[in-house]
Structure formats: structure tokens, C-alpha cells
């Protein structure tokens, strides 16, 4: 079945260092892989999103990259700020028959000052 | 630009009772979409509207949820009886055209069953 896998569970840096997250898909069929911000007790906030004819994508500090191959993304983070501190979510589309996103099960990033 | 409206933020019930969830569509958004997020993990879907149609349900426990969406714009989500294994975040999401593009949260309702 369809499948998200995200790692690490949980992540602390020191404030100015950089933040790697993880995810691995299973649906080869997948197109679509945004990466959402979760603050405590609000929905969470898309934040960067690739389609999969796209190997790499940059905003200011955030940055994303896709390895439709070996069927993996990872969000990048550098310069953290302690406003950085949530948990992140991946997620990926389903088939493409279908709309739905599949989402991994989080990393709550902790930013050190 | 208004973000997406969700109401109840919190609720609390004991089982066997019935609740309702009510949501509010970024304006001209003509998906939108339920999802059930247990603590400690992400979102799940439950159901997926394209304006008035539903595209996508197949995760809806139907023996006690149901859902609609009125004249393509708000719409509810109703639990009837609740389980204890229902307590969860309740969030709403509506994007701006098809496909699961660009899906923009609300705050979500917080349900606990007792």
C-alpha cells in the first residue's frame, strides 16, 4: 500500500546550524511532495513543495530535493532559528488516480539557542 | 486573504454521543478536505470533496461518519456514536483548484472522548 517513511523522529541543533529531515515514498506513481510546518496546537503550514519533474527547489533558508529513483526527498534547513522549532511533516501523493496526500509521521526539530 | 475557519476548536464528549465539525473554505477553493490527525502522528485522510462531489472517501469509517459539503463551500463532518479511539485533531484543508496541490490547513478541532 501507499507508504511515507520520515526520519529522524526527533531532531535538535544549535541555533545557526543546519537541519536535515528525510522521507522515503513507496508509490512510484507519486508527483507531488510538500513539506508542512506543525506549531503546537495550530493546523499545520505548508511551507515547500517539488513536483517530480523537478530534482531541486530553494526559498530563502528552506530548500528541498528529489530523488525520484531511489524514491526519496529531504528538507533542508540552514541557519535555524529557534522560531524554526516545530514538528515537520513530509507527505506524497497517491496514485494518480487519486488526490490524497500520504504523510510520514513527523519530526519535531528542536533549535537550540 | 482569510485562512480556513474551523469550528469547534475543542470538544469534549463521552462515547456513544454524536458531534458535529464545521469548516470554512479559503473563499473560491473548490477542494477541500477532512483529515483525522492522532496525537504523535500525521495527518490521515478521511474524505476528499471536489465542490459539491465527493472524490474520495474510501478512508470514511461510514458506520458512523459522514460528511458534506454545502453549495461548494462550507462543510461538516459529523462522528454519531463516537468511540474512544476517535479523540483526535479533526483538520480541515481546502485547496485552490484539483489534484492535491497546494492543500492550506485551518486550526483544527481538538475531540476527546471520554
Known amino acids: 500500500g501507499e507508504n511515507v517513511e520520515q526520519h529522524p523522529s526527533t531532531l535538535s541543533v544549535q541555533e545557526g546550524d543546519s537541519a536535515v529531515i528525510k522521507c522515503t515514498y513507496s508509490d512510484s506513481a507519486s508527483n507531488y511532495f510538500p513539506w508542512y510546518k506543525q506549531e503546537l496546537g495550530k493546523g499545520p503550514q505548508l511551507i515547500i513543495d517539488i513536483r517530480s519533474n523537478v530534482g531541486e527547489k530553494k526559498d530563502q533558508r528552506i530548500a528541498v530535493t528529489l530523488n525520484k529513483t531511489a524514491k526519496h526527498f529531504s528538507l533542508h534547513i540552514t541557519e535555524t532559528q529557534p522560531e524554526d522549532s516545530a514538528v515537520y511533516f513530509c507527505?506524497?501523493?497517491?496514485?494518480?488516480?487519486?488526490?490524497?496526500?500520504?504523510f510520514g509521521s513527523g519530526t519535531r526539530l528542536l533549535v537550540r539557542p | 486573504e482569510a485562512g480556513v475557519a474551523q469550528s469547534p476548536r475543542y470538544k469534549i464528549i463521552e462515547k456513544r454521543q454524536s458531534v458535529a465539525f464545521w469548516c470554512n473554505p479559503i473563499?473560491?477553493?473548490?477542494?477541500l478536505y477532512w483529515y483525522q490527525q492522532i496525537l504523535g502522528q500525521g495527518p490521515k485522510l478521511l474524505i476528499q470533496f471536489q465542490n459539491n462531489g465527493v472524490v474520495d472517501d474510501s478512508q470514511l469509517p461510514k458506520d458512523r461518519f459522514s460528511a458534506e459539503r454545502l453549495k461548494g463551500v462550507d462543510s461538516t463532518l459529523k462522528i454519531q456514536p463516537a468511540k474512544l479511539e476517535d479523540s483526535a485533531v479533526y483538520l480541515c484543508?481546502?485547496?485552490?483548484?484539483?489534484?492535491?496541490?497546494?492543500?492550506?490547513f485551518g486550526p483544527g478541532t481538538r475531540l476527546t472522548v471520554t
Open positions: 473563499s473560491g477553493h473548490a477542494t
Open positions: 507527505a506524497a501523493s497517491g496514485s494518480q488516480s487519486s488526490y490524497k496526500l500520504i
Open positions: 484543508a481546502t485547496g485552490p483548484g484539483t489534484g492535491p496541490y497546494e492543500q492550506y
